[in-house]
T-cell receptor
Framework: DTGVSQNPRHKITKRGQNVTFRCDPI?????LYWYRQTLGQGPEFLTY????????KSRLLSDRFSAERPKGSFSTLEIQRTEQGDSAMYLC????????????????FGAGSRLTVL | GQSLEQPSEVTAVEGAIVQINCTYQ??????LSWYQQHDGGAPTFLSY????GLEETGRFSSFLSRSDSYGYLLLQELQMKDSASYFC????????????FGSGTRLSIRP
């Protein structure tokens, strides 16, 4: 297993366009998270899946954002009608409740998808 | 709600010891974690405290005081490669599986 994979790594789009990011988690991880990070800030929680169920979604997330994990494996994050304020790094992370550090719910992050909205 | 506070920047000298503090406020507490992020890289897990006290992992140690809603990350024998941002994080939410991060402490190390 090569870890958490995110595609595309970079996306430049014009305001008003829709974009979709894909995340392939570590295969045995049943939990998947999406975060947004801007320069100089910590990762901001967007949403979380356990298997295919979306269990939590940030109240800060507008209706333009939607995420899916249809078969409990890969996930997609779609942003509709992008705005310049959506420019950020979108990070995906996965975890499993089992393992030596299970109490920590250790997150393994992907390299991220950087979005630039012009 | 949940919030975490940590200093925005810390500067230290190579070979020295530095402590990065974190105070938190959560509706339920399930442990404090620390992550490291180098510029251009992804956050990586460093340590976790569920109970009060000190956890040691090599040059890094992490401390927790639940009564004070406070923890810190201690880095010893600082090396230039330790220059990075460090985030504290807590589990929160109804399922206790949502993980919230602080805004991060940027550690700069001088020769």
């Amino acid at each position: 297993d090569t870890g958490v994979s995110q595609n595309p790594r970079h996306k430049i789009t014009k305001r008003g366009q829709n974009v979709t990011f894909r995340c392939d988690p570590i295969s045995e991880h049943n939990r998947l998270y999406w975060y947004r990070q801007t320069l100089g800030q910590g990762p901001e929680f967007l949403t979380y899946f356990q298997n295919e169920a979306q269990l939590e979604k940030s109240r800060l997330l507008s209706d333009r954002f939607s995420a899916e994990r249809p078969k409990g494996s890969f996930s997609t994050l779609e942003i509709q009608r992008t705005e310049q304020g959506d420019s950020a790094m979108y990070l995906c992370a996965s975890s499993t409740p089992t393992g030596a550090a299970s109490g920590a719910n250790v997150l393994t992050f992907g390299a991220g998808s950087r979005l630039t909205v012009l | 709600g949940q919030s975490l506070e940590q200093p925005s920047e810390v500067t230290a000298v190579e070979g020295a010891i530095v402590q990065i503090n974190c105070t938190y406020q959560t509706s339920g507490f399930y442990g404090l974690s620390w992550y490291q992020q180098h510029d251009g890289g992804a956050p990586t897990f460093l340590s976790y405290n569920a109970l009060d006290g000190l956890e040691e992992t090599g040059r890094f140690s992490s401390f927790l005081s639940r009564s004070d809603s406070y923890g810190y990350l201690l880095l010893q024998e600082l090396q230039m490669k330790d220059s990075a941002s460090y985030f504290c994080a807590v589990r929160a939410g109804s399922s206790a599986s949502k993980i919230i991060f602080g805004s991060g402490t940027r550690l700069s190390i001088r020769p």
